[in-house]
């Protein structure tokens, strides 16, 4: 079965950087992307943005551009999200899901990963 | 970016009820529309994509339709497990930007 497993809660200061972990197993990760999404505390769904695992490619959203990196590994089928110059308003949970892709193109989520709590603070 | 913008944002209703709530875009996406449903502390769990396909395992109960820039999601018979918030999100252009949600309650 289709699996996202990330990686545990971090506490980081402001202007620090983190790097959060999505391992999939149960499918070929190298026929789909991975689409990364956050939420802050009590507010909605945020896209970040997505990578290729075929390829690498990746697409950001324009507030992250500069700040964040998403790459794979595809020898361990683990996927990351890098955000650095951490402020206060990332404090958030990250999600990785499986997104579909078709000619390089990302399309829908499927699965989803349990989630990362990332807490900026002083 | 395309704005995704729903209503009812909040939705009071029974055990047995059949809800619509309604998703529009700022401008026409065709079908590349998915639907979400949270429940608190929860990942989101995928509902529908291309407006009205159920993604595998989700129940009949749940259904989608609409294109261009007007979109519904429709919940018949609630049970108290359908009691969540519910997102839109458009995969029509970058960014994939979401819905604010809308959050079902038992009335």
């Known amino acids: 079965q289709v699996q996202l497993v990330q990686s545990g809660a971090e506490v980081k200061k402001p202007g620090a950087s983190v790097k959060v972990s999505c391992k999939a197993s149960?499918?070929?990760?190298?026929?789909?992307?991975i689409s990364w999404v956050r939420q802050a505390p009590g507010q909605g769904l945020e896209w970040m943005g997505w990578?290729?695992?075929?390829?690498?490619?990746?697409n950001y959203a324009q507030k992250l551009q500069g700040r964040v990196t998403m790459t794979t590994d595809t020898s361990t089928s683990t996927a990351y999200m890098e955000l650095r110059s951490l402020r206060s308003d990332d404090t958030a949970v990250y999600y990785c899901?499986?997104?579909?892709?078709?000619?390089?193109?990302?399309?829908?989520?499927?699965?989803w990963g349990q989630g990362t709590l990332v807490t900026v603070s002083s | 970016d395309i704005q995704m913008t729903q209503s009812p944002s909040s939705l009071s209703a029974s055990v047995g009820d059949r809800v619509t709530i309604t998703c529009r875009a700022s401008?026409?996406?065709?079908?590349?529309l998915a639907w979400f449903q949270q429940k608190p502390g929860k990942a989101p769990k995928s509902l529908i994509y291309?407006?009205?396909s159920l993604q595998s395992g989700v129940p009949s109960k749940f259904s989608g339709s609409g294109s261009g820039t007007d979109f519904t999601l429709t919940i018949s018979s609630l049970q108290p497990e359908d009691f969540a918030t519910y997102y839109c999100?458009?995969?029509?252009?970058?960014?994939?930007?979401f819905g604010q949600g809308t959050k079902l309650e038992i009335k």
């Open positions: 899901a499986r997104v579909r892709v078709f000619n390089q193109v990302a399309l829908w989520f499927d699965y």
């Open positions: 149960g499918y070929t990760f190298t026929s789909y992307g």
């Open positions: 990578i290729s695992a075929y390829n690498g490619n990746t």
């Open positions: 401008q026409g996406i065709s079908n590349y």
């Open positions: 291309a407006a009205s």
């Open positions: 999100q458009q995969y029509n252009s970058y960014p994939h930007t």
